[in-house]
């Protein structure tokens, strides 16, 4: 009879759990398969900048019957083209126009958001450090340590050309 101890059938529990969780591209991936699909920088590509007027290709590479024709149209007076011609013509090439392109966008939302998110994350772990990791404040920081401090200060005297003494009236035995 197979005897299994509890830190035995955890391990196996374990084992089988991840089998079940990885994908079967990350397993293929172990097999020397290709996982994620790699760019040809060499070859033109389309990028929609403002600094970037021409892009190397066209937007739309792959052009239906209809963008065909149209391709063909263009070739002939434009203006025989209608506005909505022109605009899909455009649309072809380019995939944005320039006020598309200027136009604001929400990230910076995102990016405040998760500033804030990590500030306020940040005061949580301060505020647990300060409770929980930090000691007590040493009994010098104590009111009634400071008083005496000061009031020992003052007896001696100390710094009476520009510092604490020169603030203190002996006499009247207060301050100036």
Known sequence: MLHLTAGRVGSLLTRRATAAFTTSSARMASHAHEVTETVDMSKPMYCDLVAIPLP???????????D????????GPWGQLTKEEKIALYRLMFRQTYPEMKQPSA??????????????????????QSIYVYPQA?????????????????????NP????STKWDY???QWK
């Not at 065909?68 to 070739?75: P, V």
């Open 56 to 66: 190397d290709r066209p937007f739309k590479v792959d052009l239906t019957a209809a």
């Open 68 to 75: 065909k024709s149209l391709k063909q149209k263009e070739k």
């Open 107 to 128: 990230e910076w939302k995102t990016v405040l958001g998760g500033f804030f998110f990590f500030l306020g994350f940040t005061g949580l772990v301060v505020l647990w």
């Open 138 to 158: 040493p009994r010098t920081f104590d009111p009634e340590w400071k008083a005496k401090e000061l009031k020992r200060m003052l007896d001696m005297r100390i």
């Open 161 to 164: 050309i520009q510092g604490l």
């Open 171 to 173: 006499e009247k035995g």
